[in-house]
Nanobody, 122 residues
């Protein structure tokens, strides 16, 4: 079992930055790939980024590539999403999720956090 708790969301102006954190419980954190997803009102949950258990592999959605960076600290059992050059269209609830394999399909993930709201004003 893995429990996930996101933090770091908030209100920011366009062009600004935020760093989201996702703290995990459980003894096998480094075995899990960690994904970030987001969901805006009326939209389906969409993939943002994923990082492998070791941190050696990352993959991003085209919409955030070059602006967002995913990283992890396995000793602290935490994964991060650094978001720069934020745009109003980045406004959504952001979720972290854990799975044994790296995937951009939200249906592949077994464990989810509660989400944190990110609002980007124009």
């Amino acid at each position: 079992q893995v429990q996930l708790v996101e933090s770091g969301g908030g209100l920011v102006q366009a062009g600004g930055s935020l760093r989201l954190s996702c703290a995990a419980s459980g003894r096998t954190f480094s075995s899990y790939a960690m994904g970030w997803f987001r969901q805006a009102p009326g939209n389906e949950r969409e993939f943002v980024a994923v990082i492998s258990g070791s941190g050696g592999y990352t993959y991003y959605a085209d919409s955030v590539k070059g602006r967002f960076t995913v990283s992890r600290d396995n000793a602290q059992k935490t994964v991060y999403l650094q978001m720069n050059s934020l745009k109003p269209e980045d406004t959504a609830v952001y979720y972290c999720a854990a799975q044994w394999i790296t995937s951009k399909n939200p249906h592949d993930y077994d464990y989810w956090g509660q989400g944190t709201q990110v609002t980007v004003s124009s």
